[in-house]
């Protein structure tokens, strides 16, 4: 009877510590998994930092290399360029937008057409009331010099725009095909030169670049979950 009883003690004990063993692994597992998430997630932004400080310095030589003539063989991401052309001010665009400053207004945008190439040339902000102003058209046609920029993708959280109004939220390229009847280079001229209004954008290379700050924050996750496990491990294992 005895002898029964312990056999059946030690084969419930097995079982205990067999499950035991078998929560323990599972668990090894699983916090291993997520230290191996967190450790691809920072490496990936090393990856992206190298490459947007790359991005950065080519956006900075690109700005301090003097205009150059634009043509359809030269288009690039952030050159500086010099050209005339044809304005179109019937067609005449209104992008709400803020200034430096946080003011809210417009971007007067303009198709031009430059060597029989259709473009968009964003010549800068206004205030509200001067929507539809005469003198904000004053501009040397002749005498353009800015720098050309990828036009960017339409945020899906943005409202619709109001063409009938003439009043934007987007650069939409189905919507610029409808208002203008006219399809466009994928590149849009941002003037630069000393106009009051509109205000030319100034054009640089501050561009968003917090991949160091991401690759920090998942590299001490996974750190913390690393020392965390060692320590509940050595006290309960």
Known sequence: MLYGCSCLQLFIFGEVK???LKHKFLFSVFIFFFISVFIALGSWQIIRLDWKNNLILDIENSLKIPPIELT???NKNFLRIKTSGDIDFEKQIY???LNDSGTPGFEVINPIIINDENYLINRGWIPFDK???QEINIIDQNNIIGTLKLQGRKNIFKPDNDLKDNYWFSLDRDDILKFTGKSFSKYIIY???NYQFPKPKKITANISNNHKKYAITWFSLAISILLLYLYFRKKNY
């Open 131 to 133: 929507k539809n102003n």
């Open 191 to 193: 003037l630069d030169g």
């Open 18 to 20: 067999l499950n035991f």
């Open 95 to 97: 992008l709400y937008n």
């Open 72 to 74: 359809m063989l030269n």
